[in-house]
């Protein structure tokens, strides 16, 4: 089964900074290619949300809430798309997950935990 893979997640005190990164795991390195990529992230008893995007062509867009403090990218050649997080707070604390825009239910991955302490 193919599947996106996240990582570079961790316990981090509030005003720190973590970099995720997210690969593909089988053989659909085309979907990187293809589609606008996102990050997003669910916390405990709250709905998944959007954090950032990224098209083709590099055009991002950022939630409000985290805007001037992640930066979403991406690496067409190597299939990856990171997301550098600064300034961290404890409502950052979530799972966060890459998918296309929209997301396919086909590549949910597992996440990877982020928890920032206040």
């Known amino acids: 089964q193919v599947q996106l893979v996240e990582s570079g997640g961790g316990l981090v005190e509030a005003g720190g900074s973590l970099r995720l990164s997210c690969a593909a795991s089988?053989?659909?390195?085309?979907?990187?290619?293809?589609?606008?990529m996102a990050w997003y992230r669910q916390a405990p008893g709250k709905q998944r949300e959007l954090v950032a995007s990224?098209?083709?062509?590099?055009?991002?867009n950022y939630a409000d809430s985290v805007k001037a403090r992640f930066a979403i990218s991406r690496d067409n050649a190597k299939n990856t798309v990171d997301l550098q997080m600064n300034s961290l707070k404890p409502e950052d604390t979530a799972v966060y997950y890459c998918?296309?825009?929209?997301?396919?239910?086909?590549?949910w991955g597992q996440g990877t935990q982020v928890t920032v302490s206040s």
């Open positions: 998918n296309t825009v929209p997301p396919n239910s086909r590549y």
């Open positions: 990224i098209t083709r062509g590099g055009i991002t």
């Open positions: 089988g053989s659909i390195f085309s979907i990187f290619r293809l589609n606008a």
